[in-house]
């Protein structure tokens, strides 16, 4: 993608790095928690209950008094409406998934981290901004592009965009606008966030922007960045459980993903808090170098350009 190294799996600039270039690369590579105090209750919680039934069961004699119980109760709930009516799950147009199997498990796991959020057709602000930014208060104003979800820091700036598709789609050139579309929207999010802060205090050192991407039954967790250049990350990955003999195995992954989701997400947030307050010196010299970044091209392109592969070496990385 144009000024954005795409280290996700199967891109064509990862395809492209020599095998120890990639290797390095993929050392400064993001993780999600695996350990925290909200993720032990959840597992404590499911124990070893796999079927749909056995966690219905669980939700409906269990007093939702906990965060993580509403969130596990709401997820639940979320596949109540198919299962056990449905052997699968119905195909369905994308806005009717995202409320039924999407929103209830990530709208959930945000709320056990008190985050903001909104859903559906959300405006992504950055985006107007950047197709704005050269005209005079007499010109039309672009629209903005819009996100199926957003979830916000503590400051209320965007944080979190998604993008997603039907649960049963194929086309791949879907998901390929997709991803386009998010990484785009991911870069001018972080772009922004950068200029906002930049007016007052210094941002921190990983600042990051995170993105939501759904093809078909698979959701791709993504993270963005910049160290020399921007980054692409991926994450994980998790399947969304679409049957009854499934369903056990693979929603206890699901929820759990989406709940170490939202801590990765919230520890960007707190790391964005109580930054230092920038000198006036500082602020004028940040304002500069702010003016050079580059948006966003109009439309994608196949691939990295090669003279940008060829950029990326080892002194380039952290």
């Known amino acids: 993608m144009d000024r954005i190294m795409d280290l996700t799996a199967g891109s064509c600039l990862a395809k492209s790095l020599a095998d120890d ?22 597992d404590e919680l ?15 004699n269990t007093l939702p008094n906990t965060k993580v119980r509403r969130y596990l109760y709401g997820s639940v709930q979320g596949f109540s409406k198919y299962f056990p009516r449905h052997p699968h799950l119905p195909d369905k147009d994308e806005r009717q998934l995202m409320f039924d199997v999407l929103d209830a498990v990530f709208q959930g796991a945000f709320d056990v981290f008190d985050m903001a959020r909104d859903v559906s ?37 965007q944080l979190v965009l998604a ?29 922004s966030t950068i200029k906002k802060y930049g007016e007052s205090v210094h941002p921190h050192s990983r600042l990051s922007v995170f993105g939501i991407q759904t093809f078909g039954r698979k959701v791709t967790l993504l993270q963005l960045d910049y160290r020399n250049f921007y980054r692409l990350w991926q994450v994980s990955w998790i399947d969304i459980p679409t049957s ?26 707190e790391c964005r808090d109580g930054q230092r307050v920038l000198s006036d010196r500082e602020v004028i010299a940040l304002a500069r170098a702010q003016s050079r970044l580059s948006p966003t091209t109009p439309s994608p392109r196949n691939s990295m350009t090669p003279t940008s592969a060829r950029r990326l070496s080892k002194p380039s990385l952290p």
């Open 46 to 60: 499911m124990g070893n209950k796999k079927s749909f039934h056995e966690l219905q069961d669980l939700v409906y």
């Open 244 to 269: 009854q003999t499934e369903f056990g195995l693979t929603f206890t992954t699901y929820v759990r993903k989406v709940l170490s989701f939202a801590k990765l997400v919230k520890l960007e947030a």
């Open 21 to 42: 270039i990639y290797e390095l690369a993929m050392l400064d590579s993001p993780t999600l928690p695996s350990s925290f105090k909200e993720l032990q209750e959840l």
């Open 121 to 157: 057709e959300v405006a992504i602000i950055a985006s107007g901004e950047r197709k704005n930014m050269e005209r005079q208060p007499s010109d039309k104003i672009e629209r903005c592009k819009r996100a199926d979800f957003v979830a916000y820091d503590n400051c209320d700036r």
């Open 163 to 191: 993008e997603c598709s039907t649960l049963y789609e194929t086309d791949l050139r879907k998901s390929s606008a997709d991803r386009w579309k998010l990484s785009r929207a991911m870069k001018d999010t972080y772009d």
